[in-house]
């Protein structure tokens, strides 16, 4: 397994950019697919974003276009940039990794970060 910790949450108003970044820990983090994840509050954990070991990406449709996953493995690091974000993009997000199975399934990721929280206002 990996540790990640991610970092670059915050308050932002609408229409404005974030970027998340999630570091990881291990010799092996090029092997993993990457996935972002959020939940917000009363809600289901939903997935957000992944990027496999090659650079191929999957999104989420309420972000695709918006938002853009991508990783360097020299930097053992991923990273979520947030464009024209929405209030109802408002939650605590996670970076995860997972060692194989749909990059959409939260149960296919084996080891998760600690959540930073993203909060759009209005």
């Known amino acids: 397994q990996v540790q990640l910790v991610e970092s670059g949450g915050g308050l932002v108003q609408a229409g404005g950019s974030l970027r998340l970044s999630c570091a990881a820990s291990?010799?092996?983090?090029?092997?993993?697919?990457m996935g972002w994840f959020r939940q917000a509050p009363g809600k289901e954990r939903e997935f957000i974003a992944a990027i496999n070991w090659s650079g191929s990406e999957a999104y989420y449709a309420d972000v695709k276009g918006r938002f853009t996953i991508s990783r360097d493995n020299a930097k053992n690091t991923v990273y979520l940039q947030m464009n024209s974000l929405k209030p109802e993009d408002t939650a605590v997000y996670y970076c995860?990794?997972?060692?194989?199975?749909?990059?959409?399934?939260?149960?296919?990721?084996?080891?998760w970060g600690q959540g930073t929280q993203v909060t759009v206002s209005s």
């Open positions: 995860a990794a997972s060692g194989g199975g749909p990059p959409v399934r939260s149960a296919a990721y084996e080891s």
């Open positions: 291990g010799r092996t983090f090029s092997r993993y697919t």
